[in-house]
């Protein structure tokens, strides 16, 4: 069976588990899909957040200076959650697992 795409990957995490650090997302992606590791896809996967921030379905909820947790490089982290609107979407295309009832203010 077929891997799904990385962002539906994401959009699940965030209702599975709630409001995750961006730090977070990349090391729960990376240890699900094989080729995402180090810097390049750490860059790639900043990328699809920011699209799926921009597009309406994530929101960022708390962010932080932090050189630690970005591969030693001194970087904004986010903090993210779904929006009613990422969660009504998921659910539309399939996406939703359900897992997670309450929705971020």
């Not at 799904?4 to 977070?24: A, N, S």
């Not at 959650?81 to 009832?101: I, V």
Request: net charge negative.
């Amino acid at each position: 069976m077929a891997q799904l795409h990385i962002k539906g990957r994401i959009l699940q995490l965030l209702e599975e588990r709630g409001p995750l650090w961006d730090y977070e997302i990349f090391e729960l992606i990376a240890a699900e899909y094989g080729e995402v590791e180090g810097q390049y896809w750490y860059d790639t996967l900043r990328l699809v957040l920011a699209d799926l921030y921009s597009s309406g379905l994530t929101k960022s909820i708390e962010e932080k200076l932090d050189a630690g947790k970005s591969f030693g490089v001194e970087k904004i982290l986010f903090r993210f959650d779904l929006t009613n609107f990422g969660r009504e979407r998921m659910r539309h295309t399939g996406l939703s697992t359900g897992r997670r009832q309450e929705v971020a203010a």
